[in-house]
């Protein structure tokens, strides 16, 4: 059977039918979901020496916290601090490796 | 040196007026005070970014550094897309970011002209809230007045 593929116009100003923003929110919550497992998966991998990837976060974090502690500086939030760092090193990691 | 009144108290009609000085007066005041007024505040966030920019950025940037060869030698993948090793700066950036302001308000008692014009603030601001309530009531009365008309059926 042929099934024709219906764009969704996104020109006009027209709000979006409450069962396509139901499906975007979906898509878009699904996405993360799998960032997060992904990340959580990367975090486990292990070195040769079998040290896990977290390992290095946290000494990375502890690294810094040090410096910021050495010139008396606080953290705002240190839940968000860490989550941030472990972010940017994961961004900066290739996951293929 | 110019004197400035005391902040009024409660007492205020029993006491004698006391007349202070500006720098006494500054020390009376808080950091949340300071930030509060915009002169005072600029140049707090001001130093506080000078300050980070001074010594602890290039801290950071070296312990990236120190980081980025042990992830090379010791955890294969980690870091690895950032060829040059030139992300310690954006990291500086993420740490600023996520810092409390660290300020020393005792520049302002060294250096009182960098603190002028604090000592009006209280009386500025009561004035401009004084000004919004009147326009406010303004706006009130002006509602207030408009009727509706049935036979045109529009406001008047």
Redesign the interface.
Known sequence: MERKLKLISMSDNKPLDARTVRLFKSLSETRKKLRQENFQEWLN?C?E?N?P?VN?VR??ID??ME??N????????EK??KD??AS??Y??????? | MPSIKKKPTVYEEEQEEQEISFVDYLKTLTLEDFLDYPKTQTFLEDQHALDFDYLPREAIVRCYERMKKNAEAYFPGVLELDYNTEEGESLAHLIFNNINLKADITVFYECPELARGIDKMDEITYRNDAQKQEAQDKNIKIKNEKKFDWATKTYK
């Open positions: 991998i070195n020496d040290v990837n290095f000494w990375f690294d810094i410096v910021l050495h010139y008396n500086y606080e953290i705002a939030n968000r601090f941030e760092i940017f090193i961004k900066l990691s290739n996951h293929n490796a």
